[in-house]
């Protein structure tokens, strides 16, 4: 019977045949919101799985899918593993990037189920990388449904920390997964030392660079430069952002001090030319004056000598030895040689010029009488006292001739005497000086006693001076013999000291630590008594100059860099402070803040070297502006972390929280608020994330294992339905074969809308999903639609039973003596045409004459009315009478007025026949009756 009720009331695709099922689905059209419904209803429901299968081909709704999917296995429906993997092949075709995944409920956690309906490697590739790196690749890794899944998920964490935990988990689970990751972590380490091997040599060059830049510069300084740009070059790929500018500003730095060096050689090489073109201007000054000097000291004439000319070479040489002398430094013994032989010049120059002034008046006193006066005598004596004539010059006859006239000659030779035995003893005192020297062996005393003795010996008189000629010979010898073997003793090690300060200057050394040494290595060339060789002196002394001259400028540099940084430092401070005073510390952002400091301090280490002394005030300063940015930050800190703390308690908490429902939209909230907390303290935050993360992970566990029992409570459920509304199918197929004329229809009908309402109350009671309750409410109703039809129909029959009898009953109410009491006891409808037939007896003409219409218009009229086509000779009388009931206004009647116009209309039939006389009863008017209870039949029975 139920089968018969299906086969009458359901579509066929809700058939109990398999394959009817199956080809009312192939026929549906899939553009409708319904069939789609249809679709999804069968998939969900339908047992036979060829059936699921043909549902699931006309089924294109992606999001529907996923859902379906997440809540079946794809080992049992494989062919939705095929379906999902094809919708999904095709999304990828348009969008590689699968962002429909994203927009999916649930995100990452979807996403994650969905991996073992994929097949297809560049389709797992994607999902994957849409997993942000952490938990879910790790447990992905390790418990993955499928060994695909697993090698993916592990491609995709390239974390060391990670890479560890998945070896010590798939130790004993999955041994491919434990070797990848063993050689991923064997990768990574080997990646991470080559990246730290070249990030050492990256530094290692940073410092050559800024060592170089901060060296003096020498004369390999460009060339050492050069090679470092070549060999940065090769590694600045690799370097940040930060170490590239410093290297930037180094490199700028170091060429910058190549130019400087380059223009002080060139400056150096044009002042050494001049220097040397000066140098032979001051020689040849002297050897002019020499000359002079010899050539006046052996004129054997001196009368012919030209004082003007004399003067000429005066004036001559005094300016080419300004010249030669401007803004250049003079060694102090040439100098005074220069002072010696110019004045030396002058005198002579001022004896000749005097002598010639006062030759004539000479000449005119010594040409008189032998005899001179007073007078004479006293003239010529001042004459010869204004001359004061030089002893190396040749003494005139002019002025021989005056002092013999005056006498003077014993007096001149015994002061010549006297001066030239003083002479004598200067030169035996510093001779018996030399010899000590020599006997102490003292060098450079020594040579000092030599070149004291030299000068006098060269400032006395020819005869003294060739006197002593051969002793002062021997002595040079001596002395010659002395630096000879001081040579022999020293020269070696002045030769390394020369090497060693030589070498020093190319050495790139902390420029303290340089000083240091040059300091040593001039220490030690005192120790050795000086050099005899001059040559070599001056090689070291160059040497050291040169080792020392950067020093000096890198000390000015630092003298130079400390007060900028400092400076620095000050403006780091005011920079501190401000942002102190300024900042909005009602609602700061935190994050920025923290930047800051951890900049400044940056910034204030960078900004070394610095004097300690001086610095002092200023890092007291930074210190305490730093202490309260710290102090803010630490309270921001402890307030977030505690927020963490309090949001872990309440993850907690959550674990048992009932019902599962509000404990996963609270921890889902709580891990938004985790996701708005600001900073917190790393080691701290990482604890505090793992406790947080447990927590949820057991949430979630817990409601996946609530969702298993839902589910299968859902089920039992499903099932109990299925048998409520079975039940009720057989009780309607029992009712529907019932006879209609049957007499105990009635209680079946009663019965069988009882159990639906039954039925309905225990379908509310069960626990099911909307849209399994709504399939259960739409047999239900389905049920009691054909329930309402037969009751429909069962109440036509009766009323159209009760008209007909009524029409039957008319023609002898009279004749049957009917009485108030018998017609108390018929049927209701029956009985209100008897009781109007039985007031009207006395009457029945008068109201036969009150009704307008003759039987043939009642007639059409019900015709009219229950849409019962009339006969062709009437139909001229049913327009006539269709326009009158339009003008009267019942075009529009309904279904009660219809049955209340056919019992009005009835009654005026009953009366017309009870008035017409038995012998006018003809057949048209038996016909007409007919044709009455034709109408009624078709109104009632089949309308």
Same mark, same amino acid.
């Given at each position: 019977?139920?089968?018969?009720? @299906?086969?009458?009331?359901?579509?066929?695709? &809700?058939?109990?045949?398999?394959?009817?099922?199956?080809?009312? /689905?192939?026929?549906?059209?899939? *553009?409708?919101? +319904?069939?789609? !419904?249809?679709?999804?209803?069968? =998939? !969900?429901?339908?047992?036979?799985?060829?059936?699921?299968?043909?549902?699931?081909?006309?089924?294109?709704?992606?999001?529907?899918?996923?859902?379906?999917?997440? %809540?079946?296995?794809?080992? *049992?429906?494989?062919? /939705?593993?095929? +379906? =999902?993997?094809?919708?999904? &092949?095709?999304?990828?075709?348009?969008?590689?990037?699968?962002?429909?995944?994203?927009?999916?409920?649930?995100?990452?956690?979807?996403?994650? @189920?969905?991996?073992?309906?994929?097949?297809?490697?560049? /389709?797992?590739?994607?999902?994957?990388?849409?997993?942000?790196?952490?938990?879910?690749? !790790?447990? /992905?890794?390790? %418990?993955?449904?499928?060994?695909?899944?697993? &090698? *993916?998920?592990? *491609?995709?964490?390239?974390? %060391?920390?990670?890479? @560890?935990?998945?070896?010590?988990?798939?130790?004993?689970?999955?041994?491919?997964?434990?070797?990848?990751?063993?050689?991923?972590?064997?990768?990574? @380490?080997?990646?991470? %030392?080559?990246? &730290?091997?070249v990030q050492d040599n990256v530094l290692d060059l940073i410092g050559q660079i800024q060592q170089h830049a901060d060296s003096e510069v020498t004369r390999l300084y460009g060339p050492k430069l050069r090679a470092l740009i070549e060999n940065w070059k090769q590694v600045a790929s690799v370097a940040t952002p930060e170490q590239q500018h410093s290297v930037t500003n180094a490199l700028s730095r170091s060429e910058a001090k190549v130019r400087a060096y380059e223009t002080k050689l060139e400056t150096a090489e044009k002042e050494l030319q001049e220097s040397n073109a000066k140098q032979l201007e001051r020689n040849g000054t002297l050897t002019t004056l020499v000359e002079t000097i010899n050539e006046l000291e052996h004129l054997t004439d001196l009368d012919t000598a030209s004082p003007p000319a004399l003067l000429g070479v005066i004036k001559s040489q005094e300016s080419r030895w300004m010249e030669a002398t401007r803004d250049t430094q003079v060694d102090k013994a040439e100098q005074k040689q220069y002072q010696l032989l110019m004045n030396q010049v002058k005198r002579y120059s001022t004896a000749l010029e005097q002598y010639q002034m006062a030759h004539p008046a000479m000449s005119s006193i010594l040409s008189g009488a032998q005899n001179l006066s007073a007078t004479d005598q006293r003239k010529l004596d001042e004459h010869l006292k204004t001359l004061s004539w030089p002893d190396a010059l040749p003494t005139p006859d002019l002025i021989q001739q005056a002092e013999k006239a005056l006498g003077r000659m014993s007096e001149i030779k015994q002061k010549k005497a006297q001066d030239a035995q003083t002479l004598k003893s200067q030169i035996e005192g510093q001779i018996s000086e030399l010899e000590t020297a020599l006997d102490s062996k003292v060098l450079k005393q020594t040579t000092r006693r030599y070149q004291e003795l030299q000068k006098l010996l060269q400032s006395a008189p020819d005869k003294i001076s060739k006197a002593y000629q051969a002793r002062f010979h021997l002595l040079g010898k001596q002395l010659g013999e002395l630096r000879d073997w001081q040579g022999f003793a020293t020269h070696p090690k002045q030769l390394e000291l020369c090497t060693l300060m030589e070498a020093l200057v190319d050495q790139h050394l902390e420029p303290q630590l340089k000083a240091d040494k040059i300091k040593a290595l001039q220490d030690e060339w005192k120790t050795l008594g000086g050099s005899s060789d001059q040559s070599l002196w001056n090689r070291f002394k160059a040497a050291s100059d040169a080792a020392y001259e950067p020093c000096k400028a890198f000390f000015s540099e630092q003298k130079q860099l400390k007060r900028v940084n400092l400076e620095k430092r000050m403006t780091l401070c005011d920079q501190l402070q401000a942002f102190l005073d300024q900042n909005d510390w009602q609602q700061p952002d935190w994050k920025a803040v923290e930047k800051i400091e951890r900049k400044a301090k940056e910034e204030w280490k960078e900004s070394f070297p610095i004097d300690f002394k001086d610095s002092k005030p200023v890092q007291k300063r930074f210190n305490i502006l730093i202490g309260a940015l710290d102090e803010k930050l630490n309270q921001e800190k402890a307030q977030n972390l505690g927020k963490k703390q309090a949001i872990c308690t309440q993850a907690e908490e959550l674990i048992i929280l009932e019902p599962m429902s509000e404990a996963i939209r609270q921890v889902k909230e709580l891990q938004r608020q985790w996701t708005e907390i600001g900073i917190t303290p790393y080691k701290e935050d990482r604890q505090l994330w793992k406790t947080f993360r447990t927590a949820c992970d057991a949430i979630f566990a817990r409601r996946d294992e609530q969702r298993k029992s839902a589910a299968d409570k859902e089920q039992q459920n499903n099932a109990k339905a299925q048998q409520l509304i079975e039940t009720v199918e057989v009780l309607v197929a029992k009712l529907i074969g019932h006879p209609t004329d049957s007499d105990n229809i009635d209680p079946v009908l009663q019965n069988t809308r009882q159990q639906l309402r039954q039925t309905e109350t225990e379908l509310n009671q069960l626990e099911l999903n909307s849209r399994d309750q709504s399939r259960f409410k739409a047999q239900l109703k389905d049920l009691k639609h054909h329930v309402l039809e037969l009751q429909s129909k069962l109440g036509a029959r009766q009323r159209y039973e009760q008209l007909s009898a009524a029409l039957q009953f008319s023609a002898a109410v009279v004749d049957s003596g009917l009485t108030e009491a018998s017609i108390a006891n018929s049927d209701s409808l029956l009985s209100r045409h008897q009781k109007l037939l039985l007031l009207a007896q006395g009457d029945i003409e008068s109201l036969a004459e009150k009704s307008k219409n003759s039987l043939a218009e009642l007639c059409v009229l019900v015709e009219i009315l229950t849409g019962q086509d009339s006969p062709k000779e009437d139909q001229a009388l049913r327009m006539q009478l269709q326009v009158q009931r339009l003008s009267e206004g019942f075009s529009g009647a309904q279904a009660e007025d219809t049955e209340d116009n056919l019992e009005a209309i009835l009654d005026q039939w009953l009366i017309k026949v009870r008035a017409t006389p038995e012998d006018e009863m003809t057949a048209t008017v038996k016909q007409l009756g007919q044709r009455l209870d034709q109408a009624i039949k078709h109104y009632y029975l089949n309308g």
């Open positions: 019977m139920a089968t018969f009720i @299906k086969n009458m009331f359901r579509p066929k695709w &809700q058939s109990n045949n398999p394959e009817v099922r199956k080809n009312a /689905l192939l026929g549906l059209d899939c *553009q409708s919101d +319904k069939t789609l !419904e249809i679709l999804k209803t069968t =998939l !969900e429901t339908d047992d036979v799985h060829e059936i699921k299968v043909a549902a699931l081909g006309k089924i294109d709704d992606m999001d529907y899918l996923i859902g379906f999917a997440l %809540e079946q296995s794809p080992a *049992q429906f494989p062919e /939705l593993k095929n +379906k =999902l993997t094809d919708l999904f &092949q095709k999304s990828y075709e348009r969008d590689p990037s699968l962002s429909v995944l994203k927009q999916t409920p649930g995100g990452n956690e979807t996403i994650e @189920k969905l991996l073992p309906w994929i097949d297809d490697e560049t /389709l797992i590739s994607t999902f994957i990388s849409l997993l942000p790196s952490g938990p879910i690749l !790790e447990t /992905l890794a390790v %418990e993955g449904k499928s060994t695909k899944i697993r &090698q *993916q998920a592990l *491609q995709s964490i390239h974390d %060391e920390a990670a890479l @560890k935990n998945i070896v010590k988990l798939a130790k004993n689970r999955d041994k491919r997964v434990y070797q990848i990751a063993k050689d991923r972590l064997a990768k990574l @380490k080997t990646e991470r %030392e080559a990246a &730290q091997a």
